[in-house]
């Protein structure tokens, strides 16, 4: 990690519920200025940490501490550095555009005098200005998301927790939300964000793989990518099911799994490359490509969250 | 510590969020007026009317101004003419009458010569509350008639008479009664079931998570959520009087200004209350059911508006201290129809600032910012 | 042969609002079909007239050999149906759920018992049946919605967002089903918000706001798209994108994993136009690369090309 302070320190963070243990003792930092990605498949924790962190549910244990103030003791002293997007459209949907932005600039205690300035820049790039008297629950998804965005950048915080921001978002306005994020980031803002889409976390400075509580891995993504022990074969063929069947059954061939028609073949580390193309052709299937490629983000998570079960 | 700017804040969005959801305004103006209304004019202990059978065998000029005073009395009107006793069953099998009067041949006769001449009543005791009252009446129409009977001739007064005079209430309309009780009863339980939503429809939605992440205080929430409220129990109570005063022509003689500020104690507490069950429970469906057992049936039942406190058993008696609106229905009837001052409901006062002392603190400490 | 499904100007409306508007497609039997588009395109309302929940304003379609709007309760025992929202019971337990789509669907004795098996072996919950629904995992409850919506071994399935917030591991895995239900010959319709989901259909079409804006197999809709895509790897992406966003011939610039993708008019000489945009903009690139356009990348170009935003 760089020599940037850590805005957030978490240490030893676990939350249980009954007999779940939701959050499994983590700790990681995040520096100042970081884009921080957090990905996990469902029930893994990325909910109950963010929350954690936002001060609205208390640990069992562990702690962590944004800005030097220790959430768990003193959530009310970190709030008025922070801004928290949950999972679930927050705003009132009974409350216009304006309203709700208003609103949230009286509970952060924005000054008056700044607030034409931040909220015409908080329009232009959200481009909600048209809609400031449209109602919240009038708004198609995507903008949905851009308001909450607003404000929650209406008190300019230094540190963005964001939950699954963009889920079902259409694409443009996906987008567009990456595009303010990014220019939040250059601004020295922190953001950290969990996500279910794998290119968003390509995205990030860093992600933490998160499985059952537990991080599994914590890195900037161009380095988990490298830890994927062995070629990775994209394989197109005449007959995939059968293909991937047969290779699995294969020694020297860690694992083979389907996306979408095109197989993706992890081949132990030191096996001959040409290995996966080599058995399909030799049982009669036409192979149509094979392609050394690189190993995206999922492909990384899969086989860590395999390995760990 | 606490910012008036925030609590604006929560005050103003709650009152948007009302003033824009046409179900909750009709609930909050509509009902409490219509409440009263209604029960105001179902409602009522005097009995008038009582349909009245008549057995007349005797026929002569005694029995005729006997039912005349039945008659004039105003309490009852013969709706049945009899020409046998056995007739009588039936109707009142059938609760076609409420009452038979049964007047024996000799009666004018008996009268005539100095002797005893009694007449039957005989009464519907299926409804017991109603045949007291016809009793009373009758009793009194046959002791005034006998009387006049008595003195006739004779310029004279009875040994002992007695001279009542009604207070605050001449006519004993129990309207007058009813009214401001009424008042009571529907502001505790509309008080109730107006916050009782608050709190729980923003943790179902979602929204609180999104508020608790917020700088804001607890304290801040409550207080700006009780505003609206509060200015709308006014506009309720107001409206109640007005509708006292005019429609049922309930006399008001009492200071409006203290029946105010007693009503604001009053709804801080009821207001506070339940946004207690709202902030405890964090379920819509749940809190509205639990808001009409807790304010809805001790208002009625213990709050002494149907039933009188002091003939209620001893344990009842005791649970009565704590119904709130068991003062409120002190003061609406105290200012209504007694005309008197705090230097009288000062009980009445402090009980209800312990109320709203206590209902607001419930309510503040089982808010919490916390998801779990 | 009859296609499996086959919709002609389907259109609904709801008051003023034209939910779906005019659309027109089929799938042949055996097809895994795929329906793309955003929160509010009209997927969900299409799949439910397409199962008979919901009547068409105008326009036809048939299922199975029967028209949706003439008998919706023949057409419901011919096919099978997972909406949206969960549609099991939480307070029941695996079990118990079966039996009550088993009793609904009218599958009985000896042919239950095996369907059983074979649910519990497909969702992987053999020896779970007396679970309760509710306390699942989500992917088990989808794998669960699924297998009780095919107890009656329809020829058609209809699945609405049934990968909707599942993570990418149980997505793949429900993928994985789907295909091996196609291979034993099922029709299988499914709608998903994961533009990158498209790969696993042999066939899509792309919504927006009601209307179909693009329709054939993912393969040939992305060769098919005019403007290539270029990815420049550079050092502060961020400045990059936002710098050359504003060169001409530049249509879009936006940020994928820590690297630009740049999307620019279609030109025989764009290579070079992009390089000379990447120097201009003072930009210190260490790769500049024709990269293939992804469905999402084909979205959005359509919809630019419409000129509209999409829902709002």
Redesign the interface.
Known sequence: MSEREAIVRVEGLTRRFGDLTAVNSLSFDVARGELFGLVGPDGAGKTTTLRMLAGVLPPSTGDATIRGVAVAHDPERAKPFLAYMAQRFGLYEDLTVRENIDFYADLYLVPPADRPRRIERLYAFSSLGPFEDRLAGALSGGMKQKLALCCALIHEPELLLLDEPTFGVDPISRRDLWLILHGMVASGVTVIVSTSYMDEAERCDRVGLLDGGRLLALDAPANLQQRLAGELIALRTAEPRRARDLLRATPGVHRASLFGETLHVQLDAGADPALARDTIAAQGIDVRSADRIRPSLEDVFLDLVATER | ML?A??V??IA??EW??LR??RRSMLLAFGLPVLMLLFFGYAISWDVRDLRLALLDEDGGRRSRELVEAFEASGYFRVTEQLTAPSDVDPLLDHGRINAALLIPPGFTRDLAAGRPAPVQLLLDGADANTATIALNYAEAIVAGYSRRVLLRGAIMEPPVALDARVWYNPTLESRNMIVPGLIAVIMSIIAAMLTALTIAREWE???M?????????RLEVVFGKLIPYILIGIADVTMAVAAGILVFDVPLRGNLLLLAALTVLFLIGALGLGMFISAALRSQVLATQVAMVVTYLPALLLSGFLFDIDSMPAALRAVTYVIPARYYIDVTRGVFLKGVGLEALWVQALSMLLFAVGGLGLAAANFR???? | MEPAVAARDLTRRFGDFTAVDRVDFSVATGEVFGFLGPNGAGKTTTIRMLTGLLRPTSGTARVAGLDVAADPGLLRRRIGYMSQRFSLYGDLTVRENIELFAGLFGVRGDRLAARTAWLLDMAELAGGESRLTAELPLGFKQRLALGCAMLHEPPILFLDEPTSGVDPIARRRFWDLIHELAAGGTTVLVSTHYMEEAEHCRRVILMNRGRLIAQGAPADLRAGMAEPIYEIETGDAAAAAAALAQRPGVIEASLFGRAVHLVVEADPRSEEIVRAAVTAAGEDATRVRRIAPSLEDVFVALVRREGGAVAG
């Open positions: 910012s700017r925030r604006r804040a103003r969005k948007i969020q824009r959801d939605r979602g929204t998570e999104q508020l608790a992440s917020t700088p804001v205080h910012k916390r998801i779990a």
